[in-house]
Protein backbone atom coordinates (compact mmCIF):
# COMPACT_ATOMS: atom_id res chain seq x y z
CA UNK A 1 0.00 0.00 0.00
CA UNK A 2 0.90 3.59 -0.97
CA UNK A 3 2.56 6.04 2.18
CA UNK A 4 -0.43 8.38 0.83
CA UNK A 5 -2.83 6.00 0.78
CA UNK A 6 -1.76 4.55 4.55
CA UNK A 7 -1.46 8.73 5.66
CA UNK A 8 -5.17 8.79 4.52
CA UNK A 9 -6.54 5.93 5.83
CA UNK A 10 -4.63 6.95 9.14
CA UNK A 11 -6.07 10.22 9.43
CA UNK A 12 -9.87 8.97 8.75
CA UNK A 13 -9.17 6.40 11.61
CA UNK A 14 -8.02 9.38 13.89
CA UNK A 15 -11.13 11.53 12.32
CA UNK A 16 -13.87 8.84 13.18
CA UNK A 17 -12.64 8.40 16.56
CA UNK A 18 -12.62 12.14 17.42
CA UNK A 19 -16.10 12.02 16.55
CA UNK A 20 -17.20 8.92 18.28
CA UNK A 21 -15.74 10.42 21.43
CA UNK A 22 -17.13 13.76 20.93
CA UNK A 23 -20.65 11.43 20.46
CA UNK A 24 -20.15 9.29 23.62
CA UNK A 25 -18.60 11.52 26.18
CA UNK A 26 -20.50 12.60 28.65
CA UNK A 27 -21.60 16.19 28.51
CA UNK A 28 -20.04 19.05 31.10
CA UNK A 29 -22.12 19.12 34.25
CA UNK A 30 -23.71 22.06 36.06
CA UNK A 31 -21.94 22.94 39.11
CA UNK A 32 -24.90 22.49 42.26
CA UNK A 33 -25.08 26.60 42.38
CA UNK A 34 -25.68 26.33 38.81
CA UNK A 35 -28.13 24.08 38.60
CA UNK A 36 -29.98 25.59 41.62
CA UNK A 37 -30.23 28.56 40.41
CA UNK A 38 -31.76 26.99 36.76
CA UNK A 39 -35.05 27.21 39.67
CA UNK A 40 -34.95 30.21 41.31
CA UNK A 41 -37.46 31.58 39.02
CA UNK A 42 -40.82 29.01 40.23
CA UNK A 43 -43.21 27.47 36.77
CA UNK A 44 -46.58 28.84 36.63
CA UNK A 45 -49.70 27.01 37.78
CA UNK A 46 -51.57 25.70 34.53
CA UNK A 47 -54.98 27.21 33.74
CA UNK A 48 -56.86 23.89 32.38
CA UNK A 49 -55.99 20.32 32.36
CA UNK A 50 -52.67 19.32 30.55
CA UNK A 51 -51.98 16.62 27.59
CA UNK A 52 -49.69 14.75 28.84
CA UNK A 53 -47.28 12.18 27.41
CA UNK A 54 -45.37 9.70 30.15
CA UNK A 55 -41.69 7.57 28.76
CA UNK A 56 -39.98 5.17 30.81
CA UNK A 57 -40.81 1.27 32.26
CA UNK A 58 -42.53 -0.54 34.72
CA UNK A 59 -42.41 1.74 37.42
CA UNK A 60 -44.55 3.84 35.21
CA UNK A 61 -46.83 1.52 34.39
CA UNK A 62 -50.46 1.70 33.57
CA UNK A 63 -52.11 2.05 36.47
CA UNK A 64 -50.53 5.09 37.46
CA UNK A 65 -50.73 7.69 34.64
CA UNK A 66 -54.84 6.29 34.44
CA UNK A 67 -55.15 7.36 37.87
CA UNK A 68 -53.20 10.77 37.27
CA UNK A 69 -55.77 11.11 34.69
CA UNK A 70 -58.78 10.99 37.14
CA UNK A 71 -57.67 13.01 39.85
CA UNK A 72 -57.12 15.93 36.95
CA UNK A 73 -59.25 15.04 34.25
CA UNK A 74 -56.71 15.38 31.52
CA UNK A 75 -55.26 13.40 28.31
CA UNK A 76 -52.49 11.38 28.75
CA UNK A 77 -50.24 8.74 26.28
CA UNK A 78 -47.28 6.66 26.96
CA UNK A 79 -44.50 4.43 25.71
CA UNK A 80 -42.97 1.79 28.25
CA UNK A 81 -41.18 -1.10 28.55
CA UNK A 82 -39.29 -3.48 31.30
CA UNK A 83 -36.75 -2.30 33.01
CA UNK A 84 -36.18 0.49 29.73
CA UNK A 85 -33.49 3.06 29.62
CA UNK A 86 -34.15 6.34 28.11
CA UNK A 87 -31.43 5.07 25.27
CA UNK A 88 -33.42 2.16 23.96
CA UNK A 89 -36.31 4.29 23.74
CA UNK A 90 -34.57 6.37 21.42
CA UNK A 91 -32.61 4.26 19.86
CA UNK A 92 -34.38 2.68 16.69
CA UNK A 93 -32.33 -0.58 16.41
CA UNK A 94 -32.31 -1.11 20.26
CA UNK A 95 -34.58 -3.53 21.57
CA UNK A 96 -37.18 -2.81 24.23
CA UNK A 97 -37.87 -5.55 26.14
CA UNK A 98 -41.58 -5.84 27.14
CA UNK A 99 -42.42 -3.84 24.33
CA UNK A 100 -45.12 -5.53 22.63
CA UNK A 101 -46.71 -6.56 26.64
CA UNK A 102 -46.34 -2.86 27.54
CA UNK A 103 -47.84 -1.02 25.33
CA UNK A 104 -50.78 -2.93 24.43
CA UNK A 105 -53.74 -0.58 25.64
CA UNK A 106 -55.43 2.50 24.07
CA UNK A 107 -53.10 4.92 25.23
CA UNK A 108 -50.29 3.72 23.60
CA UNK A 109 -48.63 6.51 21.24
CA UNK A 110 -45.09 6.00 19.79
CA UNK A 111 -42.62 8.22 21.63
CA UNK A 112 -40.81 10.32 19.02
CA UNK A 113 -44.16 10.71 16.62
CA UNK A 114 -46.06 12.24 19.76
CA UNK A 115 -43.31 14.54 20.61
CA UNK A 116 -43.16 15.40 17.02
CA UNK A 117 -46.52 16.14 16.95
CA UNK A 118 -47.04 18.93 19.56
CA UNK A 119 -49.95 17.42 20.82
CA UNK A 120 -48.74 17.25 24.48
CA UNK A 121 -48.24 19.92 27.16
CA UNK A 122 -46.15 18.02 29.91
CA UNK A 123 -43.82 15.19 29.13
CA UNK A 124 -42.56 13.64 31.70
CA UNK A 125 -39.60 10.62 31.57
CA UNK A 126 -37.96 8.44 33.63
CA UNK A 127 -34.71 6.51 33.61
CA UNK A 128 -33.76 2.74 34.54
CA UNK A 129 -33.06 1.44 38.13
CA UNK A 130 -30.14 0.61 38.48
CA UNK A 131 -29.95 4.27 37.88
CA UNK A 132 -25.88 4.39 38.85
CA UNK A 133 -25.75 1.49 36.39
CA UNK A 134 -28.38 3.34 33.74
CA UNK A 135 -25.38 6.56 34.08
CA UNK A 136 -22.39 4.40 33.59
CA UNK A 137 -23.56 2.06 31.03
CA UNK A 138 -26.44 3.69 28.92
CA UNK A 139 -25.41 7.63 28.93
CA UNK A 140 -28.54 8.98 30.52
CA UNK A 141 -27.63 12.31 30.78
CA UNK A 142 -27.64 12.82 27.00
CA UNK A 143 -30.21 10.63 26.30
CA UNK A 144 -32.20 12.84 28.71
CA UNK A 145 -31.18 15.89 27.27
CA UNK A 146 -32.10 14.37 23.60
CA UNK A 147 -35.68 13.99 24.74
CA UNK A 148 -36.24 17.25 26.37
CA UNK A 149 -34.99 18.78 23.12
CA UNK A 150 -37.47 16.43 20.96
CA UNK A 151 -40.02 17.80 23.46
CA UNK A 152 -39.34 21.13 22.87
CA UNK A 153 -38.94 20.80 18.62
CA UNK A 154 -42.78 19.22 18.24
CA UNK A 155 -43.76 22.06 21.37
CA UNK A 156 -41.57 24.91 22.34
CA UNK A 157 -43.66 25.54 25.36
CA UNK A 158 -43.91 21.89 26.91
CA UNK A 159 -43.12 21.28 30.27
CA UNK A 160 -40.50 19.01 30.61
CA UNK A 161 -40.59 16.75 33.53
CA UNK A 162 -37.68 14.02 35.12
CA UNK A 163 -39.73 11.28 37.42
CA UNK A 164 -37.71 10.37 40.46
CA UNK A 165 -38.18 6.55 41.30
CA UNK A 166 -36.77 4.26 43.60
CA UNK A 167 -34.45 1.69 44.18
CA UNK A 168 -35.47 -2.35 45.53
CA UNK A 169 -36.79 -2.48 49.33
CA UNK A 170 -33.81 -4.76 49.80
CA UNK A 171 -31.10 -2.43 48.27
CA UNK A 172 -27.80 -3.01 50.52
CA UNK A 173 -27.16 1.10 51.29
CA UNK A 174 -30.84 0.33 52.40
CA UNK A 175 -33.97 1.76 50.69
CA UNK A 176 -34.32 4.51 52.63
CA UNK A 177 -30.91 5.85 52.23
CA UNK A 178 -31.19 5.21 48.64
CA UNK A 179 -33.93 7.70 48.73
CA UNK A 180 -32.61 10.63 50.51
CA UNK A 181 -29.09 10.32 48.68
CA UNK A 182 -30.04 9.57 45.03
CA UNK A 183 -31.43 12.87 44.31
CA UNK A 184 -28.16 14.97 44.83
CA UNK A 185 -26.28 11.99 44.27
CA UNK A 186 -27.73 11.13 40.03
CA UNK A 187 -31.20 12.40 39.68
CA UNK A 188 -29.98 15.92 39.56
CA UNK A 189 -26.24 16.13 40.35
CA UNK A 190 -25.77 14.00 37.37
CA UNK A 191 -29.00 13.23 34.94
CA UNK A 192 -30.14 17.03 35.69
CA UNK A 193 -26.75 18.91 35.82
CA UNK A 194 -25.54 17.63 32.62
CA UNK A 195 -28.60 17.09 30.33
CA UNK A 196 -29.49 20.92 31.49
CA UNK A 197 -25.46 22.19 30.38
CA UNK A 198 -26.12 21.44 26.87
CA UNK A 199 -28.69 23.62 26.57
CA UNK A 200 -28.03 26.62 28.63
CA UNK A 201 -31.10 28.90 27.09
CA UNK A 202 -33.67 25.95 27.47
CA UNK A 203 -36.43 25.87 30.27
CA UNK A 204 -35.51 23.60 33.01
CA UNK A 205 -36.41 20.02 33.23
CA UNK A 206 -38.46 19.70 36.65
CA UNK A 207 -38.99 17.49 39.12
CA UNK A 208 -41.59 14.54 40.14
CA UNK A 209 -39.90 13.67 43.52
CA UNK A 210 -41.44 10.15 43.99
CA UNK A 211 -38.60 8.71 45.46
CA UNK A 212 -38.68 11.66 48.48
CA UNK A 213 -42.59 11.51 48.82
CA UNK A 214 -41.79 7.60 49.50
CA UNK A 215 -39.57 8.08 52.24
CA UNK A 216 -41.38 10.73 54.24
CA UNK A 217 -44.57 9.19 54.23
CA UNK A 218 -42.69 5.61 55.11
CA UNK A 219 -40.77 7.52 58.17
CA UNK A 220 -44.76 9.26 59.41
CA UNK A 221 -46.35 5.54 58.90
CA UNK A 222 -43.33 4.01 60.79
CA UNK A 223 -43.04 6.44 63.30
CA UNK A 224 -46.65 4.86 64.86
CA UNK A 225 -49.24 1.94 64.87
CA UNK A 226 -50.05 2.50 61.15
CA UNK A 227 -53.18 4.40 59.58
CA UNK A 228 -56.24 2.45 58.22
CA UNK A 229 -54.29 -0.91 57.98
CA UNK A 230 -51.49 0.35 56.54
CA UNK A 231 -47.80 -0.19 58.44
CA UNK A 232 -44.88 -0.37 57.07
CA UNK A 233 -43.53 0.57 53.35
CA UNK A 234 -44.12 -3.00 52.22
CA UNK A 235 -48.02 -1.86 52.14
CA UNK A 236 -47.35 0.22 49.34
CA UNK A 237 -45.74 -2.91 46.96
CA UNK A 238 -46.95 -5.66 45.28
CA UNK A 239 -47.16 -9.27 45.55
CA UNK A 240 -46.21 -11.94 43.56
CA UNK A 241 -48.24 -14.80 42.48
CA UNK A 242 -47.17 -17.06 45.42
CA UNK A 243 -47.63 -14.15 47.62
CA UNK A 244 -44.08 -12.71 48.38
CA UNK A 245 -43.51 -9.54 48.57
CA UNK A 246 -42.07 -7.69 45.20
CA UNK A 247 -39.46 -5.63 46.09
CA UNK A 248 -39.76 -2.69 43.14
CA UNK A 249 -43.37 -2.78 41.76
CA UNK A 250 -46.56 -1.03 43.37
CA UNK A 251 -49.65 -2.18 44.24
CA UNK A 252 -52.25 0.29 43.82
CA UNK A 253 -52.02 2.25 47.04
CA UNK A 254 -48.52 3.07 45.89
CA UNK A 255 -49.53 3.75 42.44
CA UNK A 256 -51.75 6.08 44.24
CA UNK A 257 -49.55 7.64 46.11
CA UNK A 258 -46.96 8.33 43.26
CA UNK A 259 -50.20 9.58 40.55
CA UNK A 260 -50.57 12.28 43.90
CA UNK A 261 -46.97 13.64 43.53
CA UNK A 262 -47.47 13.71 40.09
CA UNK A 263 -50.52 15.83 40.02
CA UNK A 264 -49.41 17.85 42.85
CA UNK A 265 -46.26 18.93 40.68
CA UNK A 266 -47.84 19.18 37.37
CA UNK A 267 -50.72 21.41 38.71
CA UNK A 268 -49.21 23.34 41.52
CA UNK A 269 -52.01 22.01 43.81
CA UNK A 270 -52.73 20.77 46.76
CA UNK A 271 -54.27 17.05 46.49
CA UNK A 272 -55.81 17.21 49.95
CA UNK A 273 -59.06 16.45 49.06
CA UNK A 274 -59.06 14.57 46.27
CA UNK A 275 -60.86 11.35 45.46
CA UNK A 276 -59.72 8.25 47.40
CA UNK A 277 -61.50 5.95 44.97
CA UNK A 278 -60.27 5.70 41.34
CA UNK A 279 -60.25 3.00 38.39
CA UNK A 280 -56.89 0.98 37.32
CA UNK A 281 -56.56 1.42 33.47
CA UNK A 282 -58.50 -1.48 32.88
CA UNK A 283 -61.44 0.36 34.52
CA UNK A 284 -61.58 -1.97 37.26
CA UNK A 285 -61.89 -0.61 41.01
CA UNK A 286 -58.45 0.19 42.73
CA UNK A 287 -57.78 -0.49 46.00
CA UNK A 288 -58.79 2.44 47.69
CA UNK A 289 -57.11 3.83 50.77
CA UNK A 290 -59.15 4.64 54.50
CA UNK A 291 -60.19 8.23 54.83
CA UNK A 292 -57.56 8.56 57.02
CA UNK A 293 -54.48 7.04 55.33
CA UNK A 294 -55.61 9.24 51.91
CA UNK A 295 -55.28 12.40 53.79
CA UNK A 296 -51.51 11.37 55.00
CA UNK A 297 -50.69 10.61 51.49
CA UNK A 298 -52.04 13.65 50.15
CA UNK A 299 -50.45 15.75 52.70
CA UNK A 300 -47.25 14.32 52.91
CA UNK A 301 -47.34 15.00 49.15
CA UNK A 302 -47.67 18.31 49.44
CA UNK A 303 -45.17 18.89 52.46
CA UNK A 304 -42.77 17.78 50.38
CA UNK A 305 -43.61 18.87 46.88
CA UNK A 306 -44.25 22.33 47.78
CA UNK A 307 -40.61 22.69 49.20
CA UNK A 308 -38.56 21.36 46.64
CA UNK A 309 -37.45 24.09 43.96
CA UNK A 310 -36.57 22.00 41.26
CA UNK A 311 -40.36 20.65 41.19
CA UNK A 312 -41.15 24.13 39.82
CA UNK A 313 -43.59 25.45 42.51
CA UNK A 314 -43.11 28.18 44.03
CA UNK A 315 -42.06 27.73 47.33
CA UNK A 316 -44.03 27.86 50.16
CA UNK A 317 -47.35 27.28 48.07
CA UNK A 318 -50.57 26.37 49.95
Known amino acids: MKPTIILVAALAVIICGIAVWTYLKPPEALSPD ?19 YHLGHSLVGRDMPAMLAQMAGHLHASQLGWGTPL ?3 WEPNTPINGFDAENAHDHFRDAKKALASGDYDAFILTEMVEIEAAIDHFASPRYVARWARAARDGNPGIRVYLYESWHELTDPQGWLTRLDADPARYWEGVLLARAMSTEPDAPPIYVIPAGRVMAEFTRRIEAGDGVDGVTS ?10 GSLDPIHLNDLGAYLVALTHYAVLYHDSPVGLPAQLNRAD ?5 APGPQLAELMQQ ?6 SRVPVTGISQGAK
Request: glycine share 2%; aromatic share 6%.
Open 233 to 242: REDLFARKED
Open 283 to 287: GTPAK
Open 300 to 305: TVWDVV
Open 34 to 52: ALAARYDTPLSPPNDPLTV
Open 87 to 89: KAH
